[in-house]
């Protein structure tokens, strides 16, 4: 309703209320430049006041040392120059973030990946009953919020009380009563990781699984006649095709993974060890734990830095889609 | 081309996978069933070193103590009004972006789809530390107002994306027609493309309310308590209750049910939204 009403406002000049065709047409090509400008005024204020400020403000945030005094007083924070990204650079505690969080994404995301294109091909296999439940069960687990998933997870690790441990107990001889999930960081990782697998497993089967039913079936049938086998039909006729579409939800699940934050938190108490630290839970430990505001804003840059190639590849994909239409 | 021994090779092959899909749905389905599982016993059965996988004394206790629990209903109701004013603001100002996007050539429009593509992906997080300055500064923390203004641009960028595709979606030759036919530009906005586009403003609005029915870094960090929502709140309680996992799984089941019954109404619109076009390539 809102939609309707704003737009009458929005653009001031538009064509008078009986406008004639030839006067459309000609209105058209006279000012062809004002009218999408005016539609799209708000949502630039917006996204640069919201936006693009506060991300200016980061930058210049990241070469100063604003401590709490600052903040209340108002003052401007003295200059450092490249002083935060020197410490962060030389700190060997940094890099061990960075490198963790970047073994993390890699891991994490081959893993989904691979399994979210075998469960894809699982569904075209299966009777319809099995493929449907498939679909429901994953809906539902897409559905879940993060937040909560990770707090389902830590239920079920939950060292005392955790169904995990009582089921692995089970096995003979195996003592797993009261073990802890998290005091080794391994074994921690591998629970964050199997959170983030089984959460991510939904959007990249169900997507991959449509791009799939996009492959025509004469070709697989014809590969078939020729004499290949089910992995050759798959490599030479299949993966070609889906190509465009893996990219696109590989470089998403990086973007994402690579950003990992609620579920450490959420599994950490939101205290996370230094064994359990990602770039992004680093930056806001450092600026909201420590109120090294600086600091982390110097962290944050870097973190948008070293994530700016990919960011730059999936727009790039999305901008050749938009550009079509 | 189906010989003998193929079909019999497929029959086979459909038992295996069907098998192996059964014990995928399983495993996927474990944690959802256990969360139920968990909130509908009593705390005695939930604290219990064999646990059970059946309540056998099925309660609504867990429910009744959440429900109860110092700030749920403020934070039930702060997440209401963030959320709805936070999706009303994005997808008026966002229809009317894509509008432009869609519908025009215009200089700077393609600058104009490299940002709204572009903040997507920058992590809300690392703007957090700026955003907390700003509002701080402003006296809009502790606020529902400046929260909300951090929510509608969350969701703006992916409203635009979306909606744009929507809007593609509708023939030009349909404005065009009517153009011809003595409608105004306005008119042609109200009467066409307006209806056409409706499915898709419900299916972004919904997105957006669950993305912002979501978020709780932001508000965590922003606001106190008394203007939280029920994500933060489950974050709160996890933390300082720690072991009352009855009353916090109930509560997660409360908080995560108006997403999933929006979720399975949009599901297909999501993916598309993500992802659009990509298969055709």
């Known amino acids: 309703m809102h939609a309707v009403d704003s737009p009458a406002t929005a653009p001031p000049e538009p064509v008078a209320p009986s406008t004639p065709d030839t006067q459309g047409a000609r209105v058209r090509r006279r000012r062809p430049e004002w009218t999408p400008l005016f539609l799209a005024l708000p949502a630039l204020v917006l996204l640069a006041a919201l936006l693009a400020y506060p991300l200016g403000r980061m930058v210049v945030l990241s070469f100063q040392d604003l401590q709490l005094r600052h903040l209340f007083s108002g003052a401007t924070p003295p200059w450092v120059g490249f002083d935060n990204y020197t410490q962060i650079l030389t700190d060997g505690v940094f890099w061990s973030v960075v490198l963790r969080t970047a073994v993390f994404t890699v891991v994490s995301v081959s893993i989904s990946i691979v399994l979210g294109l075998g469960i894809a091909l699982l569904m075209g296999r299966v009777s319809n009953g099995v493929r449907v439940a498939m679909m429901i069960t994953m809906m539902f687990v897409w559905a879940i919020p993060q937040l909560v998933s990770a707090q389902i997870f830590k239920w079920m690790v939950d060292a005392d009380f955790g169904v995990l441990n009582y089921l692995i107990d089970q096995i003979p001889g195996v003592d797993f009563a009261n073990h802890s999930w998290f005091a080794d960081p391994t074994q921690g990782w591998i629970v964050i990781t199997t959170l983030v697998v089984w959460a991510g497993i939904p959007f990249l089967a169900i997507t991959l699984h449509a791009g799939l039913t996009q492959v025509p079936q004469e070709l697989r049938e014809a590969a078939l006649v020729d004499g290949a086998n089910a992995w050759q039909s798959l490599r030479n006729i299949v993966l070609p095709i889906l190509r465009p579409l893996l990219v696109i939800v590989t470089t998403l699940s990086v973007i994402w993974n690579f950003g990992l934050f609620t579920q450490v938190w959420a599994l950490r108490d939101s205290k996370p060890e230094q064994e359990y630290q990602t770039l992004a839970t680093y930056a806001f430990t450092q600026a909201f734990g420590r109120s090294e505001y600086s600091l982390g804003s110097a962290i944050s840059v870097v973190t948008v830095l070293l994530m700016l190639g990919v960011m730059a590849f999936y727009v790039r994909q999305m901008f050749q889609i938009g550009d079509v239409d | ?281």
């Open chain 2, 1 to 281: 081309m189906s010989t003998t021994p193929r079909s019999q090779r497929s029959r086979a092959g459909t038992v295996a996978a069907n098998t192996v899909g059964v014990i995928f749905v399983v495993v996927m389905a474990f944690p959802v069933y256990w969360v139920l599982n968990t909130a509908f016993k009593p705390a005695s059965e939930v604290l219990s070193f064999t646990p059970s996988f059946w309540p056998q004394n099925p309660t609504l206790d867990n429910f009744r103590s959440a429900i109860k629990a110092p700030f749920f209903l403020v934070d039930l109701r702060n997440g209401l009004i963030i959320t709805s004013t936070a999706v009303a603001g994005a997808i008026v100002v966002g229809f009317l972006a894509a509008l432009a996007i869609a519908r025009f050539r215009f200089y700077g429009r393609r600058a104009l789809i490299v940002v709204i593509l572009g903040v997507q992906l920058v992590p809300l997080l690392a703007l957090l530390i700026p955003l907390y300055l700003m509002l701080n500064q402003a006296n809009l923390t502790n606020t529902l107002f400046g929260v909300t203004l951090a929510y509608i641009v969350l969701i703006l960028p992916y409203t635009v994306w979306t909606l744009r595709g929507f809007i593609a979606a509708v023939p030009r030759e349909l404005d065009e027609a009517a153009l011809v036919d003595g409608c105004s530009r306005w008119q042609t906005f109200y009467r066409i493309i307006l209806p056409l586009t409706g499915p898709g403003l419900v299916a972004t609005s919904i997105y957006g309310f669950i993305q912002a029915w979501n978020e709780f870094i932001v508000i965590n960090t922003l606001n106190n308590p008394e203007t939280q929502n029920l994500m933060a709140w489950l974050l709160q309680n996890q933390t300082q209750r720690g072991t009352a996992w009855g009353p916090l799984m109930a509560g997660a089941l409360i908080t995560s049910l108006p997403v999933v019954v929006f979720f399975l109404v949009v599901q297909r619109n999501i993916a598309v939204g993500l992802t659009a076009g990509a298969v055709k390539g």
